[in-house]
């Protein structure tokens, strides 16, 4: 009777370590597939922001998880970026420097394009690197509102409007602009503009007059805007990598949180199926001004 109890207990302990074993195998997989890496040691994470900034909430949410990891020492933010609507670009530009209050430093690393939004987030970094041949700058902010009115008087449309107030339908595009309604859509702008370049003399560390001599729109190269000290240094994502290690104590070349890899439709019909797909900045509102945000674009 004693041995079969002895059995049951064996084979009871070897199936809990089984499914203890099973299970652990499972949670370092998911480690790895998404944190890019084992939850343990110290890493440097690297994320990507690319494209038109329309949104802010995926790569807030991932940089707060880096903050909040204790194995990831630094961050380098890869933008690949012409810019974007104003408010998810201040959300990610917020969201790092929350990530460098928090004692960990922050490198930006500016790819092909990193203009006007995306060199607006970049500011909020330690150190920024770009290549040579960048294109970055075009601090600056756009709306555009179309009037269509002598197209609508061509086809027979007759545009109707009801409103409660005197600029309740600013940008109409089915007539002209008022001098009065063009005053508060500019000094809306303005507004805009000057918190771009505070941002931009912030991070820099430069005086608001210093930026406001570039700060017109002009594209400039990588190796111009090392010039006007819009960046720190000439170098690609190695260098950056590099360089957030050596501030955050860690050897020059450190394990890596490789950035998540987003699953995006679109991508999949342009490479896997070869579908011509628009421009995206084709896809962007551009109906009356009440409905249309504001673009730090290039």
């Not at 960046?231 to 050897?251: N, Q, S, V, Y």
């Not at 998540?260 to 009356?288: E, M, Y």
Request: net charge positive.
């Amino acid at each position: 009777m004693g041995s079969r109890r002895r059995t049951v207990f064996i084979a009871l302990g070897v199936t809990v370590g089984v499914i203890g074993l099973f299970f652990l195998t499972v949670w370092v997989l998911i480690s790895v597939l998404e944190g890019g890496g084992l939850p343990v040691g110290q890493k440097v994470a690297v994320v990507e922001l690319q494209g038109i900034i329309v949104q802010a909430e995926p790569i807030v949410r991932e940089l707060n998880e880096h903050r909040d990891n204790p194995s990831v020492r630094a961050v380098v933010i890869r933008v690949n970026s012409p810019g974007g609507v104003v408010a998810p670009t201040q959300e990610i530009y917020s969201a790092i420097q929350r990530l460098r209050k928090s004692g960990k430093p922050v490198v930006a690393s500016l790819g092909s394009v990193a203009a006007s939004g995306g060199y607006y987030v970049a500011t909020a970094a330690d150190r920024i690197y770009a290549n040579p041949g960048t294109l970055t700058g075009s601090i600056g902010v756009i709306m555009q509102v179309a009037n269509v009115e002598g197209l609508l008087k061509k086809v027979g449309v007759d545009f109707v409007v009801i409103k409660s107030g005197q600029y309740k339908d600013i940008g109409n595009f089915a007539r002209p602009m008022t001098p009065e309604e063009r005053r508060i859509l500019q000094a809306l702008l303005d507004d805009v503009y000057n918190q771009f370049v505070d941002a931009v003399a912030r991070g820099r560390k430069l005086d608001k007059a210093t930026v406001e001599s570039f700060a017109d729109g002009r594209v400039v190269s990588g190796q111009q805007a090392k010039e006007l000290k819009m960046i720190d240094a000439l170098g690609g994502l190695d260098e950056a990598i590099e360089g957030a290690a050596t501030l955050a104590g860690l050897p020059p070349r450190p394990r890596l949180i490789l950035p998540r890899k987003r699953f995006s439709l679109s991508d999949f019909l342009k490479d896997q199926l070869g579908l011509p797909l628009p421009d995206a900045r084709q896809l962007l509102p551009g109906f009356p001004a009440f409905k249309t945000p504001l673009y730090l674009m290039d």
